[in-house]
């Protein structure tokens, strides 16, 4: 459903528009007859189930950087 309303009826109802937007409306706001913006529900992003990604990271990961890696990432420049 579309509904077309001008400024000024936007203005002072805006809460009742928003609750008409929730339910699926989408209101066109007008400024003198002339489409301005259109205000529409937010489409709620799907969730992504944890674990969605096949493998394992190695402990190693958590050891320390070599020295001349270190530095590179430092600023410095490696060996």
Same mark, same amino acid.
């Given at each position: 459903?579309?509904?077309? %309303?001008? %400024? &000024? *009826?936007?203005?002072? &109802?805006?809460?009742?528009?928003? *609750? @008409? %937007?929730?339910?699926?409306?989408?209101? !066109?706001?007008?400024?003198?007859?002339? +489409?301005?913006?259109?205000?529409? #529900?937010? @489409?709620? #992003?799907?969730?992504? #189930?944890? /674990?969605?990604?096949? /493998?394992? !990271? +190695?402990?190693?990961?958590?050891?320390?950087?070599? @020295? @001349?890696?270190?530095?590179?990432?430092?600023?410095?420049?490696?060996?």
């Amino acid at each position: 459903m579309r509904k077309t %309303v001008n %400024v &000024h *009826e936007a203005k002072t &109802h805006l809460s009742s528009l928003l *609750e @008409e %937007v929730r339910a699926g409306c989408e209101i !066109i706001i007008a400024k003198a007859g002339k +489409p301005y913006a259109r205000l529409l #529900p937010l @489409e709620v #992003p799907s969730k992504v #189930p944890l /674990g969605f990604l096949q /493998g394992t !990271i +190695p402990d190693s990961i958590f050891d320390p950087l070599p @020295e @001349e890696e270190l530095r590179a990432w430092e600023g410095g420049s490696p060996l």
